[in-house]
Structure formats: C-alpha cells, structure tokens
C-alpha cells in the first residue's frame, strides 16, 4: 500500500509547489520528513523508493539525502526521540553524564535502543548550535537546555 496518499501525499505536493515547475527534487528533504513522521518516525527503503517514484528522480538521489543528514533515520525510534549532543561544547560541560543518565533512567545501554515502553529512544547528535546552553538535548522541535539529573528527570516525566 502507498503511503503517498491523502494527508501525505497534499504535504508533499505542498512543498513540491513552492520550487519552480519541473524542479520536484527540490522537494526532496521535505518529502523525507513528512513520510518519516507518517511512518512513526524512520524511513524504510521502500519508503525512499517510493518517494523518488513521485519525485520522478532516482532512488539514489533520494538515499543520499536520507543517508547524509542526521534527522533521518532508518530504524524504529521511540515514540519521543531524545538527541543528545555530545559535541565539545557539551561534552566539555557534562553530556557524558546526561548519556548515563538517560541510559539508566531509560533503562537501555547504548544509543539507538528504544526503552521497554517504547516511548524514549536516545541518539548521539552533533552540534546543535546550542552551545551556550550545554548540555543540551532535543526532543522534537524542542531544546532542552543547562540539563542536570534532576532537569532531565522532570522533562521526561512530562512526555510520560
């Protein structure tokens, strides 16, 4: 069954509109993100084939897109992804110890696990230009900053 249909397939025709005509590759990333979030947030190959089909492009213009940035992703995730930036900044100032942290409070052993509920997953990211609030995560469209135990603690709590 396609997934390019209904609500999904008006979001990517929405996005593909706003490049000129005959330039629907554009709408490539777009397209990744809205298929992504209507299959519980990853990408499947069949899916990114799918999509290069309605792009008129070839699977691998698709796949270098996919493959390439960080906010796609090819596995299962929870149902609230936790992005953990480990870069210098946040490093320097403690995101090994929120990593422990989460992986304890979540009760999983390395990024890319899901917890037994399915609701959190943690990903290792890189900058994500926050550096003056590190450490920090996102969850969704939200940063999450200055975390300590105690901070992490009552976000998650609020997504439980």
Known sequence: MSIIQGQVKADIDHWIAQYPEGQQKSAVMPGLTVIQKANGGYLTEALMDELADYLDITPI??????????????????????????????????????????????????????????????????CLGACVGAPMFQIGDHYHEHLTPEKIDAILASLE
């Open 61 to 126: 213009e698709v796949y270098e897109v996919a493959t390439f940035y960080s906010m796609y992703e090819h596995q299962p995730v929870g149902k609230h992804k936790i992005c953990v930036c480990t870069n210098i900044s946040c490093m320097l100032r403690g995101s090994d110890d929120v990593v422990e942290h989460l992986k304890k409070r979540l009760g999983v052993s390395d990024f890319g696990e899901i917890s037994a509920d399915g609701k959190f997953s943690i990903k290792e990211v890189e």
